[in-house]
């Protein structure tokens, strides 16, 4: 028999090549772990170096914009005190920009130095190469890289905050062929030019819609100021040129379908006054610290063209005249100057309302109206002879006393009544405001602001002045008075006022204001259309005619006693007939001339004497610390 060899012992070798193998396996797969685990460390540090960084670059409200590139500083100096100093193999890239949500639902991040929406860092790290990417480069033509490039992105934002915003809107909502004459004048004369737009062109500007956001961009440019520095911009100095050309820069991205509209700006421009010095923060609050996508609300052009030229008339001298045929009114020449201007916009967070309130008005404007009144002929014709006889008794009367002496009569008669208007239009504040996760609301107090109406005789430089108050001198309607002249001589003495009686007019009659709190039941968001309040004036007259038929008459009796006296009463009681009609006559004259000046004049400034329209947004938003959007 064959035995087989040794057995067992010539396995002996095969086992100890199987286990040397296995260990070897297991020595490289723990290599790949550790060596993994190493990269892995790495990328997590890198990406919490770039998160980091991205963060306190938007806390600390970092810019990208030449010359105040302030981001890359602050991610720069948080990534330092990480431990990640920028070198040859450490990099850090800043971008600022805007996000964006696609139909997936997913952001994207796109880069422009000009916006500030949020901040992408991307962190980068040259470490060794790992041993598995070393073992396949050696299966591979390329060359081997003892390096390895690992890379880390962050993007972060500010939260919004709360938003609210507030508009006062003119009513002047639909413009005819006459409102146009009347707008052409009133415009035109505050900017110190001449318009000749029609109604349509009017409609136009009241129909079309300006994105404040984009035009506080195009401001910006205009001014040179740099992106998104919103504060500095409402107090940059600024001329009525400059501001329109904003809002055609803006329309011009909306292409033909706003041509006319910017044909009409352009006209506007035109005249406008090119020194006057104003600035944008006059006609809109933005609260300090408002996020910019706050600022993503919708204005009426018309009324903010009508803040400029109301701006531009406050710092002005010159009061604009109307020519006596804009309103359809013989002998009536109106003149109006803007005292404030409008404010037309109010934006910030209501949290903040108590240090910083959101508050709109209107226009407050001060308007003589100057009458030649048509009765002043009649007055004439009727009393000439009564005059006549007046005199010759003075004459005779003192003739007696003093035979080188008479006492002459002399009758004045107002050619021209004044009616000095003071309206401060209407305003609104914000008061309080919810946001709950199912319902959220803005309340509001309006006003309508109070109205000052004075008749008489008025000094249009006493009336235009930003500091002196209201007033008016009495208007005579018959001023029968006396001077003394020596006979034969024509030579006479200083004129006595209503010695011998006479019959005057002054009017000073204040509207006190109204209130009313409105609270809006969920107002659209701040880039959506406001919604409208609109409340009428519940304390008032309804309107100026009622206030001006109760004209009191102011009578002014013989100031010459004895018979003399008595002998002027006299004569006067002959007349007392007619001059109790003169009242009523001057006061039937008056009204007819009111319901033109309010529905034309002040209206076209953007003031409704017995109606307040208030438009209200609200966005509610978690706000907080900056945060990670990508």
């Known amino acids: 028999m064959f035995g087989h060899g040794l057995g067992p012992a010539r396995q002996r070798g095969a086992i100890g090549l199987i286990g040397a193998v296995t260990l070897g396996v297991a020595l490289l797969f723990l290599l790949l772990v550790v060596d993994s685990g190493r990269l892995y460390l790495e990328k997590r540090k890198l990406q919490r ?19 105040n590139n302030t981001a890359a500083q602050f991610a720069t100096q948080s990534a330092a005190r990480n431990s990640f100093k920028l070198n040859d193999n450490r990099t850090l890239t800043i971008a600022c920009g805007t996000l964006a949500t696609g139909a997936d639902f997913m952001r994207t ?134 501001l329109i050309q904003a809002a055609i820069d803006v329309l011009r991205l909306g292409g033909d379908a706003v041509k006319v509209v910017i044909n009409n700006l352009e006209a ?3 005249i406008a006054p090119g020194t006057q010095i104003l600035h944008l923060g006059d006609l809109i609050n933005i ?3 408002t996020d910019k996508t706050a600022l993503d609300v919708n204005l009426q052009l018309f009324n903010l063209i009508q803040g400029f030229v109301q701006l531009s008339n406050k710092a002005s001298a010159v009061a604009v005249e109307l020519p006596i045929d804009v309103l359809g009114l013989i002998g009536v020449t109106v003149s109006t100057k803007v005292i404030e201007p409008a404010q037309v ?35 004439n014709n009727v009393l000439g002879g009564l005059v006549q006889t007046l005199n010759d008794l003075l004459g005779g009367l003192l003739g007696l006393l003093d035979p080188n002496c008479c006492l002459v009569a002399s009758l004045e008669i107002g050619d021209k009544l004044d009616i000095a208007l003071e309206a401060a239009g209407g305003s609104a504040k914000v008061t309080d405001y919810r946001c709950d996760s199912d319902k959220k609301s803005l309340s ?47 030579v006479c003495g200083d004129r006595q006022a209503y010695a011998a009686g006479g019959l005057g007019i002054r009017v000073d009659s204040k509207v006190l204001n109204t209130e009313r709190a409105h609270t809006y039941t969920e107002p659209p968001a701040v880039n959506q259309p406001p919604t409208y309040y609109q409340f009428a004036a519940s304390n008032v007259v309804s309107s100026l005619k009622e206030t001006l038929t109760g004209i009191q008459l102011i009578n002014h009796p013989p100031k010459m006693a004895s018979l003399l006296g008595a002998v002027l009463g006299l004569v006067t009681g002959l007349v007392n007939g007619l001059l109790s009609t003169l009242g ?12 033109p000046i309010v529905n034309n004049l002040l209206a076209g400034l953007g003031i409704d004497l017995a109606k307040v329209e208030i438009g209200a947004n609200l966005s509610c938003n978690a706000g907080g610390r900056a945060m990670l959007v990508i």
Not at 52 to 59: D, K
Not at 445 to 469: N, R, Y
Not at 584 to 595: K, M, R, S, V
């Open 49 to 67: 170096v770039a998160d980091t960084a991205a963060l306190e670059a938007v806390s600390r409200s970092g810019k990208c914009a030449a010359p």
């Open 109 to 242: 991040f796109s880069a422009d130095p000009a916006k500030t929406d949020a901040i992408r860092v991307i962190a980068t790290h040259r470490v060794p190469t790992s041993v598995a990417h070393g073992l396949l480069t050696l299966f591979s033509a390329k060359p081997l890289n003892m390096m390895t490039r690992l890379s880390a992105t962050a993007v972060a934002a500010a939260p919004t905050p709360t938003v609210a915003s507030l508009t006062i809107r003119s009513t002047l909502l639909t413009v005819d062929s006459t409102k146009s004459v009347a707008l052409n004048a009133l415009i035109g004369g505050l900017l110190g030019g001449k318009l000749q737009l029609d109604a349509v062109g009017w409609n136009g500007l009241i129909n079309t819609d300006i994105s404040l956001l984009k035009y506080l961009d195009a401001l910006a440019i205009q001014l040179n100021v740099s992106a998104g520095n919103y504060d500095q911009l409402l107090k940059t100095d600024a001329t009525v040129g400059q």
């Open 268 to 270: 506007i421009k035109l």
């Open 287 to 289: 609260q300090n610290g």
């Open 345 to 379: 916009s109010s934006i910030g967070n209501p949290k903040d309302i108590a240090k910083h309130p959101i508050y709109v008005r209107t226009a407050q404007v001060r308007t003589l109206i100057s009458v030649k009144l048509p009765i002043v002929t009649l007055v």
């Open 444 to 490: 509001v107090l309006g006003e309508t602001s109070a109205l000052h109406v004075m008749i008489g005789q008025v000094d249009p430089k006493d009336l235009f002045s930003s500091k002196d108050a209201l007033s008016a001198d009495e208007y005579p309607v018959v001023d029968i008075g006396t001077k003394t002249c020596k006979r034969g001589t024509g």
């Open 584 to 595: 009523g006559l001057i006061a039937g004259l008056l009204g007819p001339l009111l319901d």
